[in-house]
């Protein structure tokens, strides 16, 4: 099971996209993000150039973002496959962090709009 994004996650979104994420976040050393093209971890928030940088979200901080701006969110478990649903969307895939990344992509499509 993966634990969080990886960089190809990240170049799925449009630039709109990208900025509303990036305007959300807020550093904390030990995360992992995608700097230059490269994934790399926070190991001090003094050297974190957010302005160039995007977080590679882990499964439990994209459940608290899709939570907490979809009031219809659900999760379930069956038979090997993670099914979520976000604004009237049902998302299946055996992967967790997948499943969660479409339903990641549907809201901040939404918040562009």
Avoid at 58 to 64: C, K, L, P, R
Avoid at 94 to 105: G, P, Q, R, S, T
């Amino acid at each position: 099971m993966n634990q969080r994004i990886q960089a190809e996650h990240v170049h799925q979104l449009d630039h709109d996209q990208k900025e509303i994420l990036r305007s959300q976040w807020t550093p904390q050393e030990g995360e992992y993000i995608l700097f230059a093209d490269q994934e790399e971890m926070i190991y001090y928030l003094a050297g974190v150039e957010k302005h160039k940088s995007l977080p590679l979200l882990s499964v439990g901080q994209m459940i608290a973002y899709i939570s907490g701006r979809d009031a219809s969110f659900k999760m379930h478990f069956d038979s090997g496959v993670w099914q979520v649903s976000v604004s009237g969307c049902r998302y299946k895939d055996a992967e967790l962090c997948d499943v969660l990344w479409e339903a990641m992509k549907r809201i901040l499509s939404h918040a562009v709009q």
